[in-house]
């Protein structure tokens, strides 16, 4: 029987340095399957490298070997000495390893508990061991029951709900003043990488016009260019709040730039309509007494991580359920995989014909009552040898090993032909 | 009756508890059971009614206990209607309770009605107590949405989300939903009023007489209406809107009980014992 074997290392074990040091490019990736492919000992190949793990999930007959082999060829193609990362490596076996790749693809071993792109990463690489070729019965089935159990833990619990980034989290907040976004005007003051992520979000829940401003004109303009809005002047920044919904601020400014009285008119003149100030600065930009004015909202950089480390508290907690999925589901696929041998499929075939003999020989008999006690037992003993004649090839051939080790696809096969594993 | 009644009371004590088990679990199917067992409690206790009404040939609304029935069956029927607009689920957590509580009210006060029956057989009665009822309902209504609204606002500006963050809808919508119970509450005091005055004119002879419960009526509608026009040209909107909701349903509930105990006059028959 195969194995299955997983090793590799992640943010938990290894440092950035470490990491990108045993990083596979897709041209690395090609030429491990092309090393991997006619190696004796290593079956099946799933290779994935991501910012924060790189891991190589692989099928054999002979554990202790394969891992030594891929460690060799990691430190061989990376060109580093065993030792430098020897320590970070993590070994998995048998449901290790099931369990293991079930709970990175269901993002519980991810560094934000919960962050969904994980998932499509782990897809794009058993695709990619598809197109090779190098993905065989076991990994096939291990994968697809790998993206069932994932969005299953993603549909049925919490673990992926409420934001757990800085921008994310300003989107929900504005989503519980406002309702929906759509038409929402929004005016960014400033510039700035999260700030701009903001109006990027804002802009996909189909948010309306936004307004640039910035202490250089220019600055404005270019970046208004880049979100199709209009760049004003930071004179007018009063102005365009009694039009705006949402204020995003980043400046380098060391003071405040909008105050308290400010708003207080700009919220008259505007009757009341809610706006979001959204201060991602530091200094701040957006005097808190804002805050105090009803229908004024004020979420500062400190305020938006509370928020956020509010939410991860919640997908731990979720991700407590998704560990009892998984385990449901490892149990499972362990015992799919043990009854993937020679043996447990010879005597499950032997089960399923004696069976259907059995029940069709005592149909038959009602209808023979004036045979003999020694007529059934001869009846009995042809049946047997009947069954024993038809099993006689398909055993040879399943017995007969394939290139090195069991010929698990023939055993899918025949599992699969009379079905053997009822689900 | 009595064996109705407390049919429609377990309907609707049900539906308090599975709402509240919403309120909690926040599992969709709660909030449709909560739902099924107000629509049935809705269904049986429409039926009562309309079997009073044929049964007696005026609306049952003579004494306290007739009328707190009807105001239950307002607040379900309002209820109903609103979440079926806005899909504001959650509202049930309020609405339940009041009803029950409404119901279980009017089981404990006493039946006797002492009434000269004559005088309820008339259009402009059935309409007037139809339409106050309604409109009364809406005003109960707005007050709850009110609350809603500022349990939400409290989470959002003390940046400590809690409880209710994730379980309550957004404060535009919250906002909104009060705006149309308001509306809706005072359009239907309106007709409701000028109904009743009506009807006065038709019994009385004289369309005001100075009663206690007219004057607080027209107080309380004009409070109504100064929130309206506040919201429409001023911008009372969000927290004040809210804030009035609750001060204007406080009014109403003094109106419908605190005049009949406290103040004389030609009301009083009809909801006191």
Same mark, same amino acid.
């Given at each position: 029987?195969?194995?299955?074997?997983?090793?590799?290392?992640?943010?938990?074990?290894?440092?950035?340095?470490?990491?990108?040091?045993?990083?596979?490019?897709?041209?690395?990736?090609?030429?491990?399957?092309?090393?991997?492919?006619?190696?004796?000992?290593?079956?099946?190949?799933?290779?994935?490298?991501?910012?924060?793990?790189?891991?190589?999930?692989?099928?054999?007959?002979?554990?202790?070997?394969?891992?030594?082999?891929?460690?060799?060829?990691?430190?061989?193609?990376?060109?580093?000495?065993?030792?430098?990362?020897?320590?970070?490596?993590?070994?998995?076996?048998?449901?290790?390893?099931?369990?293991?790749?079930?709970?990175?693809?269901?993002?519980?071993?991810?560094?934000?508990?919960?962050?969904?792109?994980?998932?499509?990463?782990?897809?794009?690489? $058993?695709?990619?061991?598809?197109?090779?070729?190098?993905?065989?019965?076991?990994?096939?089935?291990?994968? +697809?029951?790998?993206?069932?159990?994932?969005?299953?833990?993603?549909?049925?619990?919490?673990?992926?709900? +409420?934001?757990?980034?800085?921008?994310?989290?300003?989107?929900?907040?504005?989503?519980?003043?406002?309702?929906?976004?759509?038409?929402?005007?929004?005016?960014?003051?400033?510039?700035?990488?999260?700030?701009?992520?903001?109006?990027?979000?804002?802009?996909?829940?189909?948010?309306?016009?936004?307004?640039?401003?910035?202490?250089?004109?220019?600055?404005?303009?270019?970046?208004?260019?880049?979100?199709?809005?209009?760049?004003?002047?930071?004179?007018?920044?009063?102005?365009?709040?009694?039009?705006?919904?949402?204020?995003?601020?980043?400046?380098?400014?060391?003071?405040?730039?909008? +105050?308290?009285?400010?708003?207080?008119?700009?919220?008259?003149?505007?009757?009341?309509?809610?706006?979001?100030?959204?201060?991602?600065?530091?200094?701040?930009?957006?005097?808190?007494?804002?805050?105090?004015?009803?229908?004024? $909202?004020?979420?500062?950089?400190?305020?938006?991580?509370?928020?956020?480390?509010?939410?991860?508290?919640?997908?731990?907690?979720?991700?407590?359920?998704?560990?009892?999925?998984?385990?449901?589901?490892?149990?499972?696929?362990?015992?799919?995989?043990?009854?993937?041998?020679?043996?447990?499929?010879?005597?499950?075939?032997?089960?399923?014909?004696?069976?259907?003999?059995?029940?069709?020989?005592?149909?038959?008999?009602?209808?023979?009552?004036?045979?003999?006690?020694?007529?059934?037992?001869?009846?009995?003993?042809?049946? +047997?040898?009947?069954?024993?004649?038809?099993?006689?090839?398909?055993?040879?051939?399943?017995?007969?090993?394939?290139?090195?080790?069991?010929?698990?696809?023939?055993?899918?096969?025949?599992?699969?032909?009379?079905?053997?594993?009822?689900? | 009756?009595?064996?109705?009644?407390?049919? *429609?009371?377990?309907?609707? %004590?049900?539906?308090?508890?599975?709402?509240?088990?919403?309120?909690? !679990?926040?599992?969709?199917?709660?909030?449709?059971? =909560?739902?099924?067992?107000?629509?049935?409690?809705?269904? *049986?206790?429409?039926?009562?009614?309309?079997?009073?009404?044929?049964?007696?040939?005026?609306?049952?609304?003579?004494? @306290?206990?007739?009328?707190?029935?009807?105001?239950?069956?307002?607040?379900?029927?309002?209820?109903?209607?609103?979440?079926?607009?806005?899909?504001?689920?959650?509202? =049930? !957590?309020?609405?339940?309770?009041?009803? /029950? @509580?409404?119901?279980?009210?009017?089981?404990?006060?006493?039946?006797?009605?002492?009434?000269?029956?004559?005088?309820?057989?008339?259009?402009? %009665?059935?309409?007037?107590?139809?339409?106050?009822? @309604?409109?009364?309902? /809406?005003?109960?209504?707005?007050?709850?949405?009110?609350?809603?609204?500022?349990?939400?606002?409290?989470?959002?500006?003390? #940046?400590?989300?809690?409880?209710?963050?994730?379980?309550?809808?957004?404060?535009?919508?919250?906002?909104?939903? =009060?705006?149309?119970?308001?509306?809706?509450?005072?359009?239907?005091?309106?007709?409701?009023?000028?109904?009743?005055?009506?009807?006065?004119?038709?019994?009385?002879?004289?369309?005001?007489?100075?009663?206690? #419960?007219?004057?607080?009526?027209?107080?309380?509608?004009?409070?109504?209406?100064?929130?309206?026009?506040?919201?429409?040209?001023?911008?009372?909107?969000?927290?004040?809107?809210?804030?009035?909701?609750?001060?204007?349903?406080?009014?109403?509930?003094?109106?419908?009980? =605190?005049?009949?105990?406290? %103040?004389?006059?030609?009301?009083?028959?009809?909801?006191?014992?």
């Amino acid at each position: 029987m195969l194995d299955i074997v997983l090793i590799g290392i992640n943010h938990k074990t290894a440092p950035i340095e470490l990491r990108e040091c045993l990083a596979f490019s897709e041209e690395d990736m090609l030429n491990a399957f092309s090393v991997f492919k006619n190696n004796p000992v290593i079956m099946e190949l799933m290779l994935f490298s991501t910012c924060n793990r790189v891991e190589l999930l692989m099928t054999t007959p002979n554990p202790d070997k394969a891992i030594q082999t891929a460690k060799q060829y990691l430190s061989d193609s990376k060109q580093m000495a065993l030792k430098q990362f020897e320590n970070s490596l993590y070994i998995h076996q048998g449901d290790d390893a099931i369990r293991h790749i079930f709970r990175v693809a269901s993002s519980l071993d991810s560094l934000i508990v919960g962050e969904p792109q994980i998932l499509g990463q782990i897809k794009d690489a $058993y695709r990619r061991a598809t197109s090779q070729k190098t993905s065989g019965v076991i990994l096939n089935r291990l994968l +697809h029951k790998t993206f069932f159990i994932a969005k299953r833990v993603r549909h049925e619990t919490g673990i992926g709900d +409420h934001a757990v980034s800085i921008s994310y989290a300003a989107i929900e907040l504005a989503k519980k003043i406002f309702g929906s976004l759509e038409g929402k005007e929004i005016l960014l003051i400033g510039a700035g990488e999260m700030a701009e992520l903001a109006v990027e979000n804002l802009i996909r829940n189909r948010s309306g016009d936004i307004f640039v401003a910035n202490r250089t004109f220019e600055n404005a303009m270019k970046l208004a260019d880049k979100f199709k809005g209009q760049a004003i002047r930071f004179e007018e920044i009063s102005s365009a709040i009694e039009q705006v919904d949402i204020i995003i601020s980043s400046t380098g400014a060391r003071d405040l730039i909008i +105050h308290q009285d400010q708003v207080k008119k700009i919220l008259r003149k505007r009757k009341n309509r809610p706006l979001f100030f959204i201060d991602i600065a530091v200094p701040r930009d957006i005097d808190p007494g804002i805050n105090r004015l009803t229908n004024a $909202y004020v979420y500062d950089i400190d305020d938006l991580k509370g928020v956020i480390e509010e939410n991860i508290e919640d997908r731990k907690r979720e991700a407590v359920k998704a560990e009892r999925m998984i385990d449901e589901a490892v149990i499972k696929f362990r015992q799919w995989h043990e009854n993937l041998d020679i043996v447990p499929t010879i005597i499950d075939l032997r089960k399923k014909l004696e069976t259907i003999a059995q029940n069709e020989v005592k149909k038959t008999f009602k209808s023979l009552q004036h045979l003999s006690e020694t007529d059934y037992q001869a009846i009995y003993r042809m049946t +047997h040898a009947i069954i024993n004649k038809i099993l006689h090839d398909p055993t040879l051939f399943l017995k007969q090993n394939g290139y090195h080790g069991p010929n698990s696809a023939s055993i899918d096969v025949t599992r699969k032909l009379f079905r053997l594993d009822e689900e | 009756m009595n064996f109705i009644n407390s049919v *429609i009371i377990v309907f609707y %004590l049900m539906g308090t508890a599975t709402y509240l088990f919403f309120l909690f !679990i926040q599992k969709k199917s709660w909030e449709k059971t =909560g739902q099924y067992f107000l629509t049935a409690g809705f269904v *049986i206790h429409t039926t009562a009614l309309v079997y009073g009404f044929i049964s007696s040939g005026h609306i049952p609304a003579r004494n @306290l206990h007739e009328t707190l029935s009807v105001a239950g069956w307002a607040v379900v029927c309002a209820f109903l209607i609103l979440q079926y607009w806005f899909n504001l689920k959650i509202l =049930g !957590i309020y609405a339940a309770p009041l009803a /029950s @509580l409404i119901m279980v009210v009017s089981f404990i006060v006493p039946k006797a009605s002492v009434h000269d029956p004559e005088i309820f057989k008339s259009l402009w %009665l059935f309409l007037h107590i139809l339409f106050i009822f @309604l409109g009364e309902a /809406s005003f109960a209504l707005a007050c709850g949405v009110g609350v809603l609204y500022l349990l939400q606002e409290r989470s959002i500006k003390s #940046k400590r989300r809690g409880f209710f963050f994730h379980r309550l809808p957004s404060l535009d919508l919250l906002d909104t939903i =009060g705006y149309v119970c308001i509306l809706a509450g005072f359009t239907l005091m309106t007709i409701g009023l000028i109904t009743g005055f009506v009807y006065a004119k038709t019994i009385w002879g004289k369309f005001w007489s100075a009663d206690p #419960k007219e004057i607080w009526s027209i107080i309380t509608w004009l409070l109504y209406a100064a929130l309206l026009h506040g919201r429409l040209m001023i911008g009372w909107r969000g927290k004040r809107s809210a804030v009035m909701a609750i001060i204007g349903f406080a009014v109403i509930l003094f109106t419908f009980l =605190g005049v009949n105990f406290l %103040l004389e006059g030609h009301h009083e028959a009809f909801t006191r014992w």
